[in-house]
């Protein structure tokens, strides 16, 4: 039970994080949406989640662009609330491009490198003050196979997702002695627009239908020939939010249908 808690999960307008943020409220924590696009229907999602399991949480919405530090330092301070802490930080916005080395656009390197690993730096260095203030706090990365192992036409990508399991463990390591954990969930493939565009990129360039091109990319990595689904990943965010998780640290947690077992 997270009642009275106050749970940031950034881009959480979608997928993953959106799944992660309504597991969080059906637990009892209030929660701080982040992500682009309509706020409404997201905020509207949690929350009813949350009334499904006979909570009355606060859900809000903060639109910062994790690209600008200026922008993380407001949505923190909006987030901690009348609390004045975030208790759960669930660092989730990304961003993927697909390209070899020599073609990767520079705008676009830069731009997976400051969403999906600078503004992880920059939310746990802002929640951890008051996280230590109160000896308790969940920090939980979401990175993904590609921070355990690469493939090609993802520099940028498994870069980021490599170098947020190594903050994941310098996190837990300067917090070991405290209540505050910091871990990393590390997916395989997960069927959210972010791999839909990927699953729309295989069918045009093989001339085959949608659904053939997810079992393509499927059976190219994923021997359980299933995509993880964003519940189950929010299963395993409760769980390292939960007092059985208290000594869980600094581990990066594949759920990937055995893409890393290979
Ligand atoms: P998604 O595209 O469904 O959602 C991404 C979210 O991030 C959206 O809410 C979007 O608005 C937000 N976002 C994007 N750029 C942002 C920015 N500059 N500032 C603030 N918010 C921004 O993607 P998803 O598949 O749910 O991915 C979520 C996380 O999971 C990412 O870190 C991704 O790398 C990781 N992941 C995804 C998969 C997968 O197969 N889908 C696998 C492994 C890891």
């Known amino acids: 039970m997270l009642t009275g808690k106050t749970a940031l999960v950034t881009g959480s307008t979608s997928g993953i994080g959106l799944g992660i943020a309504k597991a969080l409220a059906q637990q009892g924590a209030h929660v701080v949406l982040n992500?682009?696009?309509?706020?409404?229907?997201?905020?509207?999602?949690?929350?009813?989640?949350?009334?499904?399991?006979?909570?009355?949480?606060?859900?809000?919405?903060?639109?910062?662009?994790?690209?600008?530090?200026?922008?993380?330092?407001?949505?923190?301070?909006?987030?901690?609330?009348?609390?004045?802490?975030?208790?759960?930080?669930?660092?989730?916005?990304?961003?993927?491009?697909?390209?070899?080395?020599?073609?990767?656009?520079?705008?676009?390197?830069?731009?997976?490198?400051?969403?999906?690993?600078?503004?992880?730096?920059?939310?746990?260095?802002?929640?951890?003050?008051?996280?230590?203030?109160a000896n308790w706090g969940r920090i939980i990365n979401v990175a993904s196979v590609h921070g355990l192992v690469a493939s090609v036409q993802k520099s940028a990508y498994v870069a980021a997702k490599h170098g947020i399991v190594g903050l994941t463990k310098v996190t837990a390591l300067e917090t070991a002695t405290t209540g505050i954990t910091c871990n990393a969930i590390c997916p395989g493939w997960v069927l959210t627009p972010l791999v839909q565009k990927q699953v729309d990129a295989k069918a045009a360039a093989l001339g085959i239908s949608n659904e053939e091109a997810k079992k393509v990319l499927l059976g190219e990595k994923e021997p359980s020939m299933q995509f993880t689904t964003p519940e189950e990943l929010a299963g395993l965010a409760v769980f390292f939010c939960s007092s059985a998780a208290n000594n869980v640290r600094g581990v990066a947690w594949n759920m990937d249908g055995g893409w890393t077992a290979q």
Request: proline fraction near 4%; hydrophobic fraction near 50%; glycine fraction near 8%.
């Open 35 to 133: 992500g682009f696009g309509d706020a409404q229907g997201p905020c509207a999602e949690v929350r009813a989640a949350a009334a499904q399991a006979g909570h009355d949480v606060r859900v809000e919405h903060h639109g910062a662009d994790m690209s600008r530090s200026a922008d993380i330092a407001d949505m923190m301070a909006f987030a901690a609330g009348p609390n004045g802490r975030v208790d759960i930080l669930v660092n989730n916005a990304g961003i993927q491009h697909v390209a070899s080395i020599e073609d990767f656009p520079a705008e676009r390197w830069d731009a997976i490198i400051a969403i999906n690993l600078t503004s992880a730096f920059h939310t746990t260095r802002l929640a951890l003050p008051a996280m230590r203030a």
